[in-house]
């Protein structure tokens, strides 16, 4: 616009980047901090710059942690020759609040997607390759989304995992626990019917 | 949650203070910069840093400016003569997007309303009523919004404002432009009937 103050338009600039933040949020963002104790925005400058110099890649399943290795891999209560391979690192945080999953984890950061150019080698895939053949693994968990992009990223791994020797399963499709059939789209109802199980 | 490395949690954290950006959102941005270039980090810190150094309100105005008075009562081009009061800064840019305005404004910071206890002394009220007694004011046009809390404000300053011989004004109620009057809310319908005009 440049009718607000020049250091105001670029905090608004700088919070339109983020995901989902249209120029309206990112201006109303910015005038409340405007508004707010200015230690707020020492605050948010604080955290953004900790994230920034101590948070990096787990060097073993590429999640994200401010130790030398994650959590989880460094854990002695995980079943290390299972390995669930999500696509980006918040997957796993979902995975772990259901707290059913014991093994490890495999973080892509991506998905193959050949419209958007996105071949192997632009996600974590050569790594989890020489991870699997440098451990004792038993199961390979590939937990990637049920998309066009997911699945092909899952069928390419799988093809290459299989003859290793390792077991390569595919997390379920169906209809989401507390959706309506009526409402559920053609595919997942395909899937659902497909994967249908005895009852009990 | 705590599942997520500290410098991460509190991002998470410092994002969710922001209005409307509940936790959810909070995490998805926090790992959208955690995934983005580390520059990305420097350069929203460096805007709210220079937002919070530089950025104050206009001493006449109460406006925000990084200058030592804002545009508006810097520019030799305004009517000096009636002031727009408003309660907070936005509006301002909001009516200045319209080009229909030429004078002055006043930033109360807020509208009277006695359910969160804010007074007169809580908003910029003292300020505007010696401006007024200092310069030589026509017209107050009370921008205030047609909320209970606004309506309250503009009674209140005009009360004030009248026996100092100042025409006290206040924006039009009625049906906003492209709404439906099937729509429109009772109070607005009165409010629309009662500043009826005949047609041109």
Chains 1, 2 share one sequence.
Not at 104 to 109: A, K, P
Request: proline residues 6%; glycine residues 8%.
């Amino acid at each position: 616009m440049g009718i607000y103050p020049k250091a105001i338009d670029r905090l608004i600039a700088e919070f339109s980047k983020l995901p989902g933040i249209g120029e309206k949020t990112a201006a109303r963002l910015a005038f409340h901090l405007v508004d707010a104790p200015a230690s707020d925005m020492t605050d948010l400058s604080d955290a953004l710059l900790a994230v920034r110099d101590k948070v990096h890649l787990c060097p073993e399943c590429f999640s994200v942690t401010d130790g030398e290795r994650c959590d989880i891999c460094s854990s002695a209560d995980r079943d290390r020759s299972v390995i669930c391979v999500v696509e980006n690192t918040r997957d796993i945080f979902a995975i772990e609040r259901t707290r059913e999953f014991g093994g490890l984890y495999h973080v892509l950061h991506g998905a193959i997607s050949p419209i958007e150019g996105i071949g192997p080698k632009d996600i974590k895939a050569r790594e989890l390759i020489m991870r699997l053949g440098q451990n004792d693994i038993r199961e390979v968990i590939m937990a990637t989304n049920p998309t066009p992009e997911g699945e092909a990223t899952a069928v390419y791994l799988g093809g290459l995992i299989r003859p290793m020797g390792i077991e390569v399963t595919r997390l379920a499709k169906g209809i989401p626990i507390g959706a309506d059939v009526e409402f559920a789209d053609e595919v997942t109802l395909i899937k659902a019917f497909e994967g249908r199980s005895p009852i009990a």
